[in-house]
């Protein structure tokens, strides 16, 4: 068993067909799974969305993906996530509001558990350096193998009491320093999963052109973070 991860795709729909590329040339995989933040912030929320569903990727529903379809009363926030509902239309808000929050795949006792942030909130995110007490808080209860998350939009693998966590981190907004899509392959084994992290190079600048042209709210931070490409409190160590 084969299940490719794509998390955070925000609205990206030029990078989300470089992943799905990618994927055919790695020889596929037997589940597209999209763990979260499907829209927010990027030119094309319904083409993403239909997208998913033409190729029946298994869909989990984000913070950002909550946002959206129960609304939003920070008026920091009204503008944008106005703009995402106006835009996916009232079906596909209702189809966001739909999503479960986890998929499990594999037998139980060799399971992975896919979520959005973690398996108990869709916001909190799980830093490479958590400490044994956070992660004991989100993970000590659930009797899965592997688990994969996205929200933070770092890619990362670790080890912890024999079970692997694996960040696929953001098909769509990249923020780790590098401007390359990242999704990852997980592989069922007899002993556990096999993680494969992919990079996948895509046109920034069409994506940038694409928002100038969409009427989308507050488009030069969201020029900027699609830019930059990197979360500001890693700038300094990130070339």
């Known amino acids: 068993m084969r299940i490719a991860i794509l998390s955070d795709l925000h609205g990206n729909l030029v990078a989300l067909n470089a992943c799905l590329e990618d994927l055919a040339a790695q020889g596929g995989a037997d589940e597209i799974v999209a763990a979260g933040d499907l829209c927010m912030d990027g030119p094309k929320p319904k083409g993403v969305l239909k997208r998913l569903a033409a190729v029946g990727a298994r869909c ?19 503008s944008m996530i106005r703009w995402q509902r106006q835009t996916i239309g009232d079906a596909w808000t209702r189809w966001l509001d739909d999503l479960p929050v986890r998929l499990s795949f594999g037998p139980d006792e060799n399971a992975l558990l896919v979520t959005h942030a973690n398996p108990k909130t869709d916001d909190e995110h799980v830093w490479p350096d958590a400490g044994d007490d956070q992660l004991e808080r989100w993970f000590g209860d659930e009797s899965a193998r592997a688990f994969a998350f996205g929200h933070l939009h770092l890619p ?12 696929v981190a953001s098909a769509g907004l990249p923020k780790d320093g590098d401007p390359r899509a990242h999704y990852a392959i997980l592989t069922l084994r007899p002993g556990g999963w096999q993680h494969t992290s992919r990079r996948v190079p895509f046109d920034v600048e069409r994506v940038a052109r694409q928002l100038t042209r969409s009427g989308i709210p507050d488009v030069d931070r969201c020029l900027t973070v699609l830019r930059r490409h990197r979360y500001k409190a890693i700038g300094p160590v990130v070339p």
Do not use: M, Q, S
């Open 156 to 167: 990362y693998v670790r080890l912890w009491r024999g079970k692997l966590l694996a960040c």
């Open 60 to 78: 989990i529903r984000g913070n950002t993906d909550r946002y959206i379809a129960e609304g939003d009363d920070d008026p920091e926030d009204v």
